[in-house]
DNA sequence: GCCAACGTTGGC
DNA sequence: GCCAACGTTGGC
């Protein structure tokens, strides 16, 4: 079972918005090494922490559940999405989406701030320097200890 | 296949 | 709004 990092701007996506809807698909993503991983990595029941980039206080603010393979993200056939790809053929798609499940919104946010003062977590895809990717892996040893400071938090 | 220009991300 | 960093594009 893996564990997974996935970002979204609240303006757009929010945990709340998650909490709300019970499931999402994780659709947008135009990068090619996030619909890789989508594609040959995540698996059904893996864990992802939900984080908020781009706004006031960036951080983790929750747990999902992968909850549904990677599939043909529908934005990219309809010219009126913003996620409109001229290139992608329904028999052959250019980009994925995953499905995941709400699981628990923290009672209070992990914030980059705060992941940033350990030393476990030096080597954080997250923390890494430049790293743009909106999907990112954990490893099992960083998402135990990132789950033991959330919960030390409440 | 190189690499400069361009676009995007995302923290600040 | 700025800008560092990096992925992508496209001319050659």
């Given at each position: 079972m893996a564990y997974w990092l996935m970002k979204s701007e609240p303006s757009v996506y929010s945990i709340d918005d998650l909490e709300r809807d019970g499931s999402t698909d994780w659709t947008g993503v135009r990068n090619y090494q996030v619909r890789n991983m989508f594609r040959d990595e995540f698996r059904i029941d893996d864990s992802a922490f939900f984080y908020h980039s781009s706004c006031a206080q960036p951080g983790i603010v929750g747990l999902m559940t992968v909850s549904g393979l990677a599939?043909?993200?529908?934005?990219?056939?309809?010219?009126?999405?913003?996620?409109?790809?001229?290139?992608?053929q329904h028999d052959k798609p250019v980009w994925l989406s995953v499905e995941v499940r709400f699981r628990q919104k923290f009672a209070a946010a992990l914030t980059l701030d705060e992941l940033r003062?350990?030393?476990?977590?030096?080597?954080?895809a997250l923390l890494r320097r430049g790293n743009r990717l909106s999907v990112m892996p954990v490893t099992p040893a960083e998402w135990r200890f990132m789950l033991g400071l959330a919960r030390r938090k409440k």
């Open positions: 599939r043909p993200d529908a934005g990219q056939f309809d010219p009126q999405s913003d996620n409109f790809d001229v290139r992608a003062r350990h030393a476990e977590l030096e080597d954080l």
